[in-house]
């Protein structure tokens, strides 16, 4: 990994984000796991957003620059804040024009047609949009059919993620592919395994191997032999 990546995975465990969950967590695809990734808390001080999205910024510069995008737009809610800050940082580094784009939640159903879904009143012509975490990417795929009704003018050019879970669907698709169905690329920033060993690392020694064997039996039931996570 470079060193932005580095350096992103340990800010991750360092800050709590990613942990095992004895109790078990049910996803938004209803599926049970016994290991989560909380990127909110990254988004409760601006020091940790500080932190983190100069990280980010630092690995996507070059994604941003090859596409020539006006901004990075997180998914609603969870990436919303994060995103702000990254198009700062890539702002003040002269990687984006300096204007601000803030999507409206809902549609503003009077007054000038051009803030419609703009509170600015201006429109973005092409972004990367961000996502916090991303399971299979069906609540994804979803806000980018959304944003592609409401504004047909802007060119979605994909989608980066802080963490992949590499899980699938209930239709065993993935995230890569369900991006690739609708010809949007997909660059997550760090995936399961690149930060839940260091996570499970910081667990007692004896209980350890045992996490090791539960996580990698839950990709084991959703893959099969074709699982890309293997923990040792």
Same mark, same amino acid.
Request: proline share 4%; charged share 25%.
């Given at each position: 990994?470079?060193?932005?990546?580095?350096?992103?995975?340990?800010?991750?465990?360092?800050?709590?984000?990613?942990?095992?969950? @004895? *109790? /078990?967590? &049910? =996803?938004? #695809?209803?599926? %049970?796991?016994?290991?989560?990734?909380?990127?909110? !808390?990254?988004?409760?001080?601006?020091?940790?957003?500080?932190?983190?999205?100069?990280?980010?910024?630092?690995?996507?510069?070059?994604?941003?620059?090859?596409?020539?995008?006006?901004?990075?737009?997180?998914? @609603? *809610? /969870?990436? &919303? =804040?994060? #995103?702000?800050? %990254?198009?700062?940082?890539?702002?003040?580094?002269? !990687?984006?024009?300096?204007?601000?784009?803030?999507?409206?939640?809902?549609?503003?159903?009077?007054?000038?047609?051009?803030?419609?879904?703009?509170?600015?009143?201006?429109?973005?012509?092409?972004?990367?949009?961000? *996502?916090?975490? &991303?399971?299979?990417?069906?609540?994804?795929?979803?806000?980018?059919?959304?944003?592609?009704?409401?504004?047909?003018?802007?060119?979605?050019?994909?989608?980066?993620?802080?963490?992949?879970?590499?899980?699938?669907?209930?239709?065993?698709?993935?995230?890569?592919?369900?991006?690739?169905?609708?010809?949007?690329?997909?660059?997550?920033?760090?995936?399961?395994?690149?930060?839940?060993?260091?996570?499970?690392?910081?667990?007692?020694?004896?209980?350890?191997?045992?996490?090791?064997?539960?996580?990698?039996?839950?990709?084991?039931?959703?893959?099969?032999?074709?699982?890309?996570?293997?923990?040792?």
């Amino acid at each position: 990994m470079s060193d932005f990546k580095n350096d992103l995975a340990e800010l991750v465990i360092k800050q709590g984000i990613v942990g095992i969950k @004895p *109790e /078990g967590i &049910t =996803l938004k #695809s209803k599926k %049970i796991s016994h290991w989560y990734a909380n990127c909110r !808390i990254l988004s409760q001080s601006m020091s940790s957003l500080n932190d983190v999205s100069h990280l980010i910024a630092g690995i996507v510069t070059d994604l941003v620059k090859d596409q020539e995008v006006d901004m990075i737009m997180g998914v @609603p *809610e /969870g990436a &919303t =804040l994060l #995103s702000q800050i %990254i198009n700062e940082q890539l702002i003040i580094a002269g !990687i984006i024009p300096d204007k601000i784009y803030q999507k409206r939640a809902k549609a503003k159903e009077h007054g000038d047609q051009a803030n419609k879904f703009w509170v600015t009143g201006q429109c973005p012509k092409k972004i990367w949009l961000f *996502e916090d975490v &991303t399971t299979s990417g069906i609540s994804t795929f979803e806000y980018i059919r959304k944003l592609e009704s409401e504004d047909p003018e802007i060119e979605i050019v994909g989608v980066i993620a802080l963490i992949n879970r590499l899980q699938l669907d209930k239709n065993g698709v993935s995230v890569v592919e369900n991006m690739e169905k609708i010809g949007k690329k997909y660059f997550p920033l760090l995936t399961v395994n690149e930060v839940l060993p260091n996570a499970i690392s910081l667990l007692p020694e004896s209980e350890q191997e045992e996490w090791k064997k539960v996580i990698n039996q839950e990709y084991i039931d959703e893959w099969g032999e074709n699982s890309p996570v293997s923990l040792g």
